[in-house]
């Protein structure tokens, strides 16, 4: 796998084995083609390795001696001397079994039995999406594990529900964690030549409906900031990052990151904000297992407000009331990627009605299903909510909010470790609760 070249850019490495002991060659050969066919169709955007012919019970008997360490799933046709499978549990690598081009059913239950006994963790897809998306599953754990998160900033943030032992995080998601102090950032923002400004300006022209004189200062601030935590990314091997913004940036220099962020996102960069670790995590599982951009951002039961601050505190209770009883919440934020827009042109707007600073808006799709996690602070439990967004708009405060329609917003307010939540589009809640079964964490689902 490479890091960070996008999240549609993840792919698995497979292995098919097929059993052939005891066919004749020209059997084994039929057998093989029409197994390698079956499957070079379906994983078409994968990595498929040669695969593993057993034509004879001593290489069953060592198969571990024949299989590359670097493989994601192995894909195992159900033909052949069941006993013998079990000697791949040794490898410690997810079994996907391939029976009727994808479709799993008796052979493949006895064998998924007989495999869980003796260790193994084994998929029985039914049809060819299921099988898609248990890969995209494999393959997102193993990315997630070779993944480095860069931390901008000092640590703890205001927002505390995050697990903030660098090492455990890593023990516990194979995730490895790197603080950058501010004062660096901002010492390389500083050695930004103008020349860089000016090409990543020009170049970020098209991205914006219209960019005000007003606004130039402000956006090449965050310009030198997007250069400078590329440096950092690549210096540090970095897919991944976070920064402490409100508690720590702005308290020696006003550069909003929103729109650098919003760009890394689109590059396939985990990019999150407030040094809010544990929402970065969740973001990361939720792009490494779907392949697709995800944002954060606050769930609030209340309307949004122009904004410095929040709705009167009565106007609040009246508007919880009604989120608990229609099952509406809103998540708001002010880093939108525009690889999840409607739209290919950002607004060029200020941050949070103060005149200061650069945020952008552009719209999110309507009507589409959506999936929001959260890891809880000890990292053994999942918070995994389905929604159907329903209304977008801009709301300056945050930038964008974006209504949600849940099946019980009660249970929200109940269990939810943190206002932080990643959202994906589409429904992953199978994948995530198989997720937090492999990596022996539990879940909860709304």
Known sequence: MVLGNGFSTIRADLKPIIYCIGLSDNEASKRTNRFLNEIKNVFNEENIHEPLVVRDAKTAHRIYDFVERNIDAIILNVSGPRALFRKLVRLNIPIILWEDKGYSHAASWDIRGYLSYWGGKVFTPIGNEEAKRIVKLLSGIEYLKRSKLIVFGSIPCQNLSSQWCLEY???????????????????????????????????????????????????????????????????????????????????????????????????????????????????????????????????????????????????????????????????????????????????????????????????????????????????????II?????????????????????????AIAENAYSLHHAMVYGDWSKELIKFAELMNIKYKLV
């Open 169 to 383: 995080i890593e023990r516990v998601l194979g995730v490895e964690v790197k603080t950058i102090p501010i004062d660096n950032l901002l010492k390389e923002i500083d050695k930004i030549d103008e020349k860089s400004v000016e090409e990543i300006f020009n170049e970020w022209r098209t991205m914006f409906k219209e960019i005000s004189e007003n606004r130039v200062d402000a956006l090449k601030d965050s310009i030198r900031m997007y250069i400078a935590m590329k440096k950092f990314l690549e210096k540090e091997g970095g897919n991944a990052l976070t920064i402490n913004c409100l508690a720590d940036l702005f308290k020696y220099r006003f550069i909003t990151p929103c729109i650098p962020l919003a760009k890394f996102i689109d590059e396939g960069i985990i990019a999150g904000c407030e040094a809010d670790i544990n929402v970065a995590l969740s973001m990361m599982i939720l792009s490494y297992i779907s392949r697709q951009p995800s944002i954060m951002g606050n769930i609030y039961l209340f309307r949004p407000w122009p904004g410095p601050g929040f709705p009167p505190t009565d106007t609040r209770i009246k508007d919880i009331e009604e989120s608990l009883r229609t099952n509406i919440v809103r998540l708001t934020h002010d880093v939108i990627p525009l690889t999840m827009s409607t739209e290919d042109r950002f607004v060029l707007e200020d941050y949070h009605n103060t005149g200061k600073g650069v945020t952008a808006y552009a719209p999110l799709k309507v009507g589409e299903k959506v999936t929001l996690l959260r890891i809880n602070p000890s990292l053994d439990e999942i918070l």
């Open 386 to 410: 389905r929604g159907r967004i329903i209304r977008v708009e801009n709301t300056i405060h945050c930038r964008i909010s974006v209504w949600i329609k849940v099946s019980n917003a009660k």
